[in-house]
């Protein structure tokens, strides 16, 4: 491990060291070096087309950051973002491409319902369902997914969906859920499962994007991937793929002024505050939806239906704990030889993850994905706090474990870490189309543009690139 430590961090040294100057002209300029700005990098490079990236921090990734450590003479690695990705991602066929090392589990975890903890072990989907359930709270969540499943066939981002469906976007998801009158425990499954990927309760969105979202447990599940050695492995690797000479870093994007068929970018280097300016074709936008209107001025200004269908949308948030023990706590969350985690833990504790890597012998991790109101007041409170909350949980959850003890840190990368649509509003409604559409050759691209996983970074990578290619 501590090879690729070094290689991870010779590699980040390197990509700064050898960030390029940005160019006087480009055909397209992408503001963004996050999984969506090297999305669409990596499709404009396919289709042959010349870009050049602004990005506002000194590393790429953005919201996908690892954590290195040194904790009693060890190197350690752990995610303080994301932390899979589910096998419907595009981004699983790009990790591939780019030879990649990554692991893959079954779509289900431990969980804790009404205080009940419901271990997985070595069960697998289909037998820890059962025994969670029964025979007939199983034949009902059949039941309840056989509905979404023709709804979910008839859903395509930026096509028309038919109008009953559509309706859907008027009821909240808990509200349509409760109409199948389902056992508790196959609701709370529901709810709890789902809340921690969309970041937010599941009384906050739509129904129609609720069901959206649930495709990733629909039968047997889809499986998840994880990056080994962290998340940073990949984008690295990514930001190599589209090319260093092509990536700017520490410059922010102040203002994009269209006249006739140019664009001119104009961008702040956050080191120097020198300002600059790059002649494009084309400008695509990878700022998080909810920063983009507080961030970058438009000349001419963005229309008022993009405007309102941006301030219409909604977030999920994340917080992220790093709780550092004893090695020996492994036996918390071990039963008949086996880990359980990851845990569901419908609690201050968020989902519980083994953040120990392989090699590591002194310290065991575990990290600690918050989410939803949780993950907000986290975002907003003194971390001495915070630490008073989540401990106390912790030794709740595993009386004992704070004996054990070695330190926490905390992560705040994530105040709005995910697109949601609330009630009203949906990926599929007009407002949404708009945010797709092109204008004064600029293009609104990014995860918050099309779903709640870093699936829409790469959806919304091969939607720009192809209206650009067509504009040729």
Known sequence: MLSRICVVLLLSLFAASTAAEPPKESRVVIAGAGLSGLATAYELKKAGIPYHILELSPRAGGRVRTAHYQVDGEDITTDS?????????????????????YTKDIAISSIIIDGKLHPLKKAGRQEFLTGLFGDKGLADL???????????????????????????????????????????????????????????EWSRISALDGIAEYHIFLGEGEECYRIEGGNQVFTEAFAGAVGLENISYEKRVTRVVTERNKVYVHYQDQSTNNYGIIEAAHFVSTIPLYRLLFEVQFEPPLSEKKKLAVITQNWGSYFKAHIFLDPKASRFWTKDGESILPLLSDSALGVIYDGTPSDVKKTAVLSLLIT??????????????????????????????????????????????????????????????????????????????????SDGAFISAKRVVGDIASSR
């Not at 008073?388 to 840190?409: D, N, Q, R, S, W």
């Not at 007009?430 to 990014?446: D, F, H, K, M, T």
């Open 81 to 101: 973002g994301m932390e899979e990705y589910w096998e419907s991602n595009p981004a699983v066929q790009v990790i591939k491409e780019l030879g990649l090392n």
């Open 372 to 453: 939803g109101s949780h993950a907000e007041t986290f975002n907003l409170t003194p971390l001495d706090q915070v630490r008073a909350t989540i401990i106390p949980e912790l030794e709740k959850l595993f009386p004992g474990i704070t004996k054990m003890l070695k330190g926490v840190e905390f992560h705040r990368v994530h105040p709005r870490a995910i697109a949601a649509w609330p009630t009203g509003r949906s990926r599929f409604d007009e407002q949404s189309n708009e945010i797709r559409r092109p204008e004064n050759r600029v293009y609104l691209a990014g995860d918050f543009t099309e779903t709640s996983h």
């Open 142 to 200: 059949r039941r309840f997914e056989d509905a979404l499943l023709p709804i979910l066939k008839k859903l395509k981002l930026g096509q028309e969906i038919p109008k009953e469906h559509l309706n859907l976007k008027d009821t909240d998801f808990a509200s349509w859920v409760g109409g199948f009158s389902l056992p508790r425990n196959v609701s709370e499954w529901i709810r709890i499962s789902l809340e921690c990927e969309i970041g937010t």
